[in-house]
């Protein structure tokens, strides 16, 4: 059975736990939240089995709530039934693990050469509306060109829409 070794894991898991098991949420009272889960700030939170396989994940690269602690309970119960995986069931909840990585703010990017993919998430932006993005140190995934590739790619992102990219950066801190 998974153990949460951060607050922040053991948040999320304590959430999917009680959602997936009475498809409500609960939340702590406001006096018990730490000021570190006060900060507005995005995350993301995934679903791993014991065998480090991804079963699910949810987030936002920009916060959606006033409190990293909302985005965590948010994302947590989005992840578990998240519509681009299988919904996590309760003969599961004894054998997944669960990481939540928090994200910096998003920084423009001046030079794609201090880029570094292992350390760097990346956001790409068209002039038509479109974005995309990718998670730092994403397997596979060795240049900034490949994250670029993999962005568009995953978003259907076409030559056409290519009329002018903006690039963005975050870093991200994980936390199991």
């Known amino acids: 059975m998974f153990t949460p070794k951060t607050n922040y894991a053991k948040i999320a898991y304590d959430t999917i736990l009680f959602f997936v098991s009475t498809g409500q949420v609960r939340k702590m009272n406001e006096d018990k939240i730490s000021a570190d889960l006060k900060l507005k700030v995005a995350c993301f939170v995934s679903v791993f089995d014991l065998n480090d396989t991804l079963l699910s994940c949810y987030g936002t690269i920009d916060p959606q709530t006033d409190s990293l ?35 910096s703010a998003l920084h423009k990017v001046e030079n794609k050469a201090e880029l570094k993919p292992q350390k760097h998430g990346l956001v790409l932006k068209t002039t038509a509306g479109k974005t995309g993005f990718i998670m730092p140190n994403k397997k596979g995934i060795k240049t900034v060109e490949d994250q670029i590739k993999f962005i568009k790619k995953e978003n259907k992102i076409t030559e056409q829409d290519n009329s002018e990219l903006e690039l963005w950066y975050f870093k991200s801190t994980r936390y199991n």
């Open 69 to 103: 602690y909302e985005e965590i309970i948010q994302n947590a119960a989005k992840a578990a039934k998240n519509d681009n995986y299988e919904p996590i069931k309760k003969d599961q909840l004894g054998q997944i693990k669960v990481v939540v990585d928090v994200l």
